[in-house]
């Protein structure tokens, strides 16, 4: 499905759908899903994730601070990385609450009113609308990207460091402490710098597929107001047209601007 959406162009006879097919495919790959229509396998996948996750970015790192409360440097880094994944945590729960809610919405802004209509505003609707799915596809690609290089640099930099500095004490994980048990010695050391590779990497991509959607939602809104404001310059024109005939313009304005669901 993912590899399917429109990234570079549209086809000219193919009409807009699935606007936020991008994100609300990563989103449910990782266990959020807006459906509601959900097996029970997959919630138990969903919560065992989840949970994880949670765990991993919070009691982790709480016991990391505890440990390293004496190293102000290394209690200075814990915290920043605890704060910012407290702050995605928050996300992601105000999204599991609300998935249902925001899904019904997702879906309503493809229907009805929100539709492209051409009697309302001819082309103009459909290619203002392909034009945004395109960039919001973009624009969360980009973002994957971007999110993927800073994670993937971290690791790479801690391994080189660890292949290239002869003493143990010296190696440092990717991106926070460890103090589980010894990593100062292999494999233990790759181990970990694998575990912190692989969730962090997976937590990003969570956070910044939510971070899109808010992003497409905002920009499809923009995008709402622009086929309003067109469809309002073009029923001002009809309307002083049909002075003569207000009981028909009435009625052209009214099957314009109907919900067609």
Not at 198 to 216: E, F
Not at 225 to 236: A, E, P, T, Y
Request: glycine share 6%; charged share 20%; proline share 3%.
């Amino acid at each position: 499905m993912i590899m399917a959406l429109p990234l570079l162009r549209y086809s000219n006879n193919e009409a807009p759908k699935n606007y936020f097919a991008l994100q609300k495919g990563v989103l449910k790959i990782l266990g959020i899903s807006f459906s509601g229509d959900e097996s029970r396998w997959y919630r138990i996948y969903s919560f065992v994730w989840l949970t994880s996750v949670i765990i991993s970015f919070s009691v982790i790192e709480l016991y990391e601070l505890y440990i390293y409360k004496d190293d102000m440097d290394v209690t200075i880094n814990n915290l920043s990385y605890l704060g910012t994944d407290l702050l995605g945590i928050a996300k992601m729960s105000v999204l599991l609450y609300h998935r249902l809610n925001i899904g019904k919405i997702l879906d309503r802004m493809e229907q009805g009113v929100f539709s492209p209509n051409k009697l309302r505003g001819g082309d103009f609707e459909e290619e203002l609308i392909k034009r945004c799915i395109l960039f919001s596809n973009r624009q969360t690609c980009l973002y994957y990207l971007s999110v993927g290089m800073v994670v993937f640099i971290g690791v790479v930099a801690s391994l080189l460091k660890r292949h290239l500095e002869p003493e143990a004490e010296n190696w440092e994980m990717p991106y926070t402490t460890f103090s589980w048990f010894d990593i100062h010695r292999s494999p233990n050391f790759e181990i970990v710098c694998f575990y912190q590779f692989c969730w962090r990497g997976l937590y990003a991509l969570i956070v910044s597929s939510i971070d899109s959607l808010i992003a497409g939602i905002l920009a499809h809104i923009s995008v709402q107001c622009k086929i309003l404001q067109n469809g309002i310059k073009k029923s001002i024109p009809y309307s002083k047209g049909c002075r003569s005939r207000k009981k028909d313009s009435f009625f052209w304005i009214q099957s314009v601007f109907q919900d067609r669901s």
